[in-house]
Structures are given as C-alpha cells and as structure tokens.
C-alpha cells in the first residue's frame, strides 16, 4: 500500500510541476514527398485544430480511485473520461468535414506508449474519411520518465515511447504528407490548399527542447523564402506559445526563443499561429504582426475546439466550439449520466477542482470567517471557469465594484492567488472564442 501511495504521489507531482511551470530549390536540410500524393485544392479552406488532448487509453484507465485522485490533484483536466472526450471529438470532425485537422501537441496524458498506439486508431478513422491530420508533439508526449495506468486504487508504472517511435506511429499524420521536412526536429511544411502551406513547428525534440534550434530557424527561414516565391501564403502551429497570453504563464509555457521566431514570421508576413500548452482559451492579435490562438484544452471543460476558416480575400475567421460528448453518447446507447449530462458534469467537475486547491492556497488566511471564505473561494473558481473558457468577459461587467472581489483584495490581498486572479484582468476583457482578421501582410497607413 506505501509503494501505491508513493506511485500516486509522484503523478500528482508530475502534474502539478507540470501545472506551475504547455529560394527555388530545397531548403537545406528538406526531404520532398512526391506531390503527386498530395490532393490539394484552390478557393478557401476549413482547418479543424484541436490541442492538449491528453488522451489516456482506455487500457490503461479503469475510472476507479487512483485515475479519479490523480485527476482531482491535478490542473483541471477530466482524466477519468478523456477516452470518451476524444472519441466524440473525433465523430465530430468527422461529421464536419473539414480540409484538415491539425493537433498541436500533448496527445496523450503523459506519453504513454498505449495512449499513443490507440490514438493513432483513431485518427485513421479520420483520414478513412478523406480528412488530412497532422499533428506536433507536445511536452507530454515523448520519453516521459514516469508514465503510469491506473487500476482500482494502483497507479502501475508502464511504458513511454521513443522519439523516433513517435516519428513512426504518426508519419501518416502529416510527416509523410509534408512538403518540406526539417531533419534536426519534427517540423515540417504542411500543403492544406494550392495557396496555403501550414509551417508545423516543433520545440519538443531531443535536440532541443523548448527552444527552436539554430538548424530548425535556418530551416524554416529556407521554407519561408521557398514559399514567398512560390506565392503561397503561409499560417504555422506550435505546441508552445509564440505571444504572451498571461504574465504568469511565461517561461516553460512560451518557445524560450519566441521573439527570434516571431521576428523571423513577421519578416515573411506569417499572420497566424494556432497553439495550445497553456489549457486556457485566449486570442493575442495584433494588426501588425502574428496573431495567435491558444486553444483550450480538449481534455478541459467546456472541452473546446475550433474552425479556421479562410476565404479567397485571404481573411481569417476563428470560432471555437466545444466538443458534444452527449450528443455522441446518446448515439452511443450509452448510459453513464456524466456522459449524457457531459457539458453540465465536466463543469462542475473543474470548478471543484479549482475550488479544492485555492482552498489550499488559502489555508493561512486567518482573518476570513468560514462564510467569507466560501466566498472568496466560489467567486475565484466562478472566474477560473470563466477565464480557462475564454468567456471571462461575460462576468466582467463593473467587476471592480463587486462585493466578492473587494472581499479578496481587503482579505486576501498578499496572497499569491490574488496576483494570479489580478494576471486574469490585466487586459480589457474581450470575447476570446472568435475573432476575424485579414492574412495579408501589414501596410502602414499614409
């Protein structure tokens, strides 16, 4: 029973560390598929991207109390259904039919070799359908240490993949289909359409990790230039983010060399990057450089994913939506009430997550009464839902003013969760699930 407990206390620490700290010839370096293989088209395009699925195989997740603990401790994901999470995510896509699906990194839990091999199942299912993916591994995807399955109250130790055999169970997830490919990381150039390249950009390799290697930068230079005479237009991923979304998710969340990265995209005009990492749902534009979405986690309610769309006129429109695990259980015949209540469930299931832990970062506030402390910690889980959702702006309205965070900063007001709820309200709140805005290149006004 000690060597379980240790077992769960090392996942729960694994996660929470993880928490606080997601030209005309070839470009030197590029292996060239045959184009003939590639099945492109003109006119605008329909790009499905999902990020940080964290998908756990059903084989290596029971629902009992070890993966419910995990998840409890954890940083919001809901763990016990992320099976059913993906599985309806992927009939959703499916049913859209998009031109492309396109995962920016975390997969799987925490890289599990059978996470791996099951989820590579089902985005078969979604090329079967004539549906392009392509994928970027995350942080949590490649040679994890400690990789566990969970069965009743056990936590077993079990194996994580390799880099060359994460290269292998998804070269037809984009590598074999690539354009252009980098032989110093998993970054490759992805052709959705005639007119658009999608620059796949990886900072999770061996040889360097975080960062985008010296090799990997001459490389997509080369890839940019190649493009620019080709008259492509060029929009590109990343699991790690390129722009600041929130100041206390900076290092270990952003490519530890972004502005480099980001100076090398505005000189070649590249408009959008689409990424994840942080779980949170948040826009950074800029009319006069890369724009990017962060898009929450799949594995995190409201479980969100989301439509880019781009018209002949090169303007691009993000919509998010989330994933109907409900709709997809009813046609299932399924009968768990968390499946067929899944929106509402999941929820509640994050806002008592987040609950849970600033209670425990609220341990020392002596000076509250039990009544003020169910208020502070149920307007700051209210607003974490909200923010983590990209709807924050919903609630603040005259937030200023209102009693429950004026209850904060008289109570609270040294408490690092205070800076951390401050971090949340440091721009002017904004719809974070959709946004517009044109692909071409910046032309100052006269």
Same mark, same amino acid.
């Given at each position: 029973?000690?060597?379980?407990?240790?077992?769960?206390?090392?996942?729960?620490?694994?996660?929470?560390?993880?928490?606080?700290?997601?030209?005309?010839?070839?470009?030197?370096?590029?292996?060239?598929?045959?184009?003939?293989?590639?099945?492109?088209?003109?006119?605008?395009?329909?790009?499905?991207?999902?990020?940080?699925?964290?998908?756990?195989?059903?084989?290596?997740?029971?629902?009992?109390?070890?993966?419910?603990?995990?998840?409890?401790?954890?940083?919001?994901?809901?763990?016990?259904?992320?099976?059913?999470?993906?599985?309806?995510?992927?009939?959703?896509?499916?049913?859209?039919?998009?031109?492309?699906?396109?995962?920016?990194?975390?997969?799987?839990?925490?890289?599990?070799?059978?996470?791996?091999?099951?989820?590579?199942?089902?985005?078969?299912?979604?090329?079967?359908?004539?549906?392009?993916?392509?994928?970027?591994?995350?942080?949590?995807?490649?040679?994890?240490?400690?990789?566990?399955?969970?069965?009743?109250?056990?936590?077993?130790?079990?194996?994580?993949?390799?880099?060359?055999?994460?290269?292998?169970?998804?070269?037809?997830?984009?590598?074999?289909?690539?354009?252009?490919?980098?032989?110093?990381?998993?970054?490759?150039?992805?052709?959705?359409?005639?007119?658009?390249?999608?620059?796949?950009?990886?900072?999770?390799?061996?040889?360097?990790?975080?960062?985008?290697?010296? %090799?990997?930068?001459?490389?997509?230079?080369?890839?940019?230039? !190649? @493009? *620019? #005479?080709?008259?492509?237009?060029?929009? /590109?991923?990343?699991?790690?983010?390129?722009?600041?979304?929130?100041?206390?998710?900076?290092?270990?969340?952003?490519?530890?060399?972004?502005?480099?990265?980001?100076?090398?995209?505005?000189?070649?005009?590249?408009?959008?990057?689409?990424?994840?990492?942080?779980?949170?749902?948040?826009?950074?534009?800029?009319?006069?450089?890369?724009?990017?979405?962060?898009?929450?986690?799949?594995?995190?309610?409201?479980?969100?994913?989301?439509?880019?769309?781009?018209?002949?006129?090169?303007?691009?429109?993000?919509?998010?939506?989330?994933?109907?695990?409900?709709?997809?259980?009813?046609?299932?015949?399924?009968?768990?009430?968390?499946?067929?209540?899944?929106?509402?469930?999941?929820?509640?299931?994050?806002?008592?997550?987040?609950?849970?832990?600033? %209670?425990?970062?609220?341990?020392?506030?002596?000076?509250?009464? !039990? @009544? *003020? #402390?169910?208020?502070?910690?149920?307007? /700051?889980?209210?607003?974490?839902?909200?923010?983590?959702?990209?709807?924050?702006?919903?609630?603040?309205?005259?937030?200023?003013?209102?009693?429950?965070?004026?209850?904060?900063?008289?109570?609270?007001?040294?408490?690092?969760?205070?800076?951390?709820?401050?971090?949340?309200?440091?721009?002017?709140?904004?719809?974070?699930?959709?946004?517009?805005?044109?692909?071409?290149?910046?032309?100052?006004?006269?």
């Amino acid at each position: 029973m000690k060597t379980q407990k240790k077992c769960l206390r090392r996942v729960v620490l694994f996660g929470l560390i993880s928490l606080l700290t997601s030209c005309t010839g070839s470009p030197a370096g590029d292996q060239i598929t045959d184009l003939s293989e590639i099945k492109v088209r003109a006119g605008p395009i329909h790009i499905i991207t999902a990020t940080d699925l964290h998908y756990l195989s059903p084989r290596l997740n029971d629902k009992g109390f070890a993966i419910q603990e995990v998840s409890k401790l954890g940083d919001g994901k809901n763990l016990p259904y992320s099976a059913e999470i993906v599985e309806a995510f992927i009939d959703q896509v499916i049913q859209d039919k998009p031109d492309a699906l396109i995962l920016t990194g975390d997969l799987t839990f925490n890289g599990e070799a059978a996470s791996h091999e099951d989820l590579v199942k089902l985005l078969a299912k979604v090329q079967e359908h004539q549906i392009p993916v392509a994928v970027l591994p995350g942080n949590h995807d490649i040679a994890i240490p400690d990789t566990f399955a969970f069965a009743g109250n056990k936590a077993i130790k079990t194996q994580s993949i390799s880099y060359d055999r994460f290269k292998e169970l998804y070269n037809s997830f984009g590598y074999a289909q690539a354009r252009l490919k980098d032989r110093d990381s998993f970054s490759y150039i992805l052709e959705v359409s005639e007119d658009y390249w999608v620059a796949m950009i990886d900072v999770n390799t061996e040889n360097s990790l975080g960062r985008i290697s010296k %090799k990997t930068m001459t490389w997509l230079e080369s890839a940019l230039q !190649q @493009a *620019q #005479l080709l008259g492509k237009s060029i929009i /590109s991923a990343t699991h790690q983010n390129i722009r600041i979304h929130n100041e206390f998710f900076n290092v270990g969340f952003m490519v530890a060399n972004n502005l480099e990265l980001k100076a090398l995209l505005d000189k070649y005009g590249v408009r959008y990057n689409m990424t994840g990492h942080i779980h949170i749902q948040h826009l950074t534009l800029d009319e006069k450089s890369v724009n990017e979405s962060a898009t929450g986690a799949l594995s995190v309610s409201p479980h969100n994913f989301a439509h880019v769309r781009i018209d002949e006129e090169r303007n691009l429109e993000y919509l998010t939506e989330p994933v109907d695990v409900a709709g997809w259980a009813k046609k299932q015949n399924l009968t768990d009430p968390n499946l067929l209540n899944f929106a509402e469930f999941s929820k509640a299931y994050f806002y008592k997550v987040c609950y849970d832990k600033t %209670k425990v970062l609220l341990a020392d506030c002596k000076d509250v009464t !039990q @009544a *003020q #402390l169910n208020e502070l910690l149920e307007f /700051s889980s209210e607003i974490n839902v909200a923010y983590y959702a990209g709807n924050l702006c919903v609630l603040c309205q005259e937030l200023e003013s209102n009693p429950s965070y004026l209850l904060w900063k008289e109570k609270a007001g040294d408490f690092w969760s205070w800076a951390y709820l401050q971090s949340y309200l440091k721009y002017p709140p904004k719809d974070e699930n959709r946004a517009e805005f044109s692909l071409l290149r910046y032309t100052p006004k006269q």
